[in-house]
C-alpha cells in the first residue's frame, strides 16, 4: 500500500440513507434501553470497582493504547483517524448478549453499556478531539474538516442518550412489556442496522475490495489489541474471572455503527474512515462470537464479588 487514494475517497452513503441510518442507531439503544433499570445504576454503590475498570478500559485505555498502535503501524491517516474513531466509542450493542454466552457477569455489562454510553456523549467527541490531534496526518484532516466537539456532542446526546433515557422510562412504567418488547426490538433493529451496512459496502465495493486485505488485517490487530487491553487491566485489578470475562467483551466490542454515523455525518464518509468502521462493525461480531464459544466450554467457578 504506497497510494493514499483512500484518504480522498468519499463512501457513497446518501442524505435518505443516512437519516435511516441514524433511526437504525436510536432504535437499536432504544432496544437496550429497554432492559436497563435504575437499579442497574445503583450498582454502583454497592460494588463500585469493576465498574469504574470498565470505564477506564473503554475510555482512557483503548485509546491511549489504539494511539501506540497506530504509530507502530502508521497506516494511512483516514484509517488511523477510523481507528481513534472506534475506539473513542463506547460499547457496541450485542457487547450484553457476547457477555452473557461467555459466562460473563451480565449485569455488570448492562450496567457497563448504560454507564458508558452515558458518558459518551462527552467522550467520544472529546477522545477523538484529543488522539486524532496528537497525530500529526490526523491532526491535519481535523483541521480541514474543523469539526465543532459542541455539534457531534449534541448528535451523539439525541443518537444515544435521548433513546436510553426513553427505554429506561418504558421499562420503569411498564417492566413486563419492556422486556418483551426488548427481545424483538434488538434483533430486529441490530439485523436492520448489519443491513444498512452491508448495501453501503456493496453500493461501494469497488473501494472495499481494493482495500479490503489492508484494513481486515488492521481492524484484526486493533479489535485484538481492544479485547487484550480489557482482560489485561480487569485481570492487574484481581477482578473476578466473570467480572473479567464481561469487561474484555465490553472494550473489544464496540459501537462501530455510531462511529460511521459520526463518520458520514461529519467527515463526508471519508473513505478509510468509513471503512475502517463499517469492518469493524461486522468483524467484532465473529471475533465476539470466537471468543464466547470458547469461554462457553470453560465454566467458572464461584467466586466472590470484587
Known amino acids: 500500500m504506497t497510494d493514499a487514494v483512500l484518504d480522498t475517497v468519499q463512501i457513497n452513503f446518501n442524505s435518505e440513507t443516512l437519516w435511516v441510518l441514524n433511526f437504525a442507531l436510536a432504535f437499536v439503544m432504544f432496544g437496550i434501553a429497554l432492559e436497563i433499570s435504575i437499579e442497574d445504576f445503583k450498582r454502583l454503590l454497592n460494588n463500585p470497582k469493576p465498574i ?10 483503548l485509546p491511549a493504547v489504539t ?44 450496567s457497563l453499556t448504560a454507564i458508558a454510553t452515558l458518558l459518551a456523549v462527552a467522550m467520544t467527541p472529546l477522545n477523538l478531539q484529543f488522539w486524532g490531534s496528537l497525530y500529526a496526518p490526523t491532526a491535519s484532516i481535523l483541521n480541514e474538516v474543523a469539526i465543532s466537539s459542541l455539534e457531534m456532542i449534541k448528535l451523539v446526546s439525541l443518537l444515544l442518550g435521548v433513546p436510553l433515557l426513553l427505554g429506561m422510562y418504558v421499562n420503569h412504567l411498564v417492566p413486563k412489556i419492556a422486556t418483551r418488547m426488548a427481545k424483538v426490538l434488538k434483533v430486529a433493529s441490530l439485523l436492520f442496522f448489519v443491513a444498512l451496512v452491508f448495501i453501503a459496502l456493496y453500493n461501494n465495493r469497488e473501494i472495499f475490495m481494493d482495500y479490503v486485505f489492508y484494513v481486515f488485517w488492521i481492524v484484526l490487530l486493533h479489535n485484538l489489541l481492544a479485547f487484550t487491553t480489557g482482560f489485561s487491566l480487569a485481570k492487574l485489578f484481581r477482578l473476578t474471572d466473570e467480572n473479567v470475562r464481561s469487561i474484555t467483551v465490553e472494550t473489544g466490542i464496540q459501537n462501530s455503527g455510531l462511529g460511521l454515523l459520526l463518520i458520514f455525518t461529519f467527515f463526508d464518509g471519508l473513505g478509510g474512515m468509513a471503512l475502517l468502521a463499517a469492518f469493524w462493525g461486522i468483524w467484532h461480531l465473529v471475533s465476539g462470537l470466537l471468543l464466547a464459544g470458547f469461554w462457553g466450554y470453560k465454566p467458572i467457578k464461584k467466586e466472590k464479588l470484587a
Open 52 to 61: 469504574l475498570v470498565g470505564v477506564c478500559s473503554q475510555f482512557v485505555l
Open 67 to 110: 494511539f501506540l498502535l497506530v504509530l507502530a503501524m502508521n497506516p494511512l491517516p483516514s484509517i488511523a483517524l477510523g481507528m481513534f474513531m472506534v475506539a473513542a466509542c463506547p460499547g457496541g450493542n450485542i457487547s450484553n448478549f457476547i457477555s452473557h454466552l461467555s459466562g460473563g457477569n451480565t449485569a455488570l455489562s448492562v
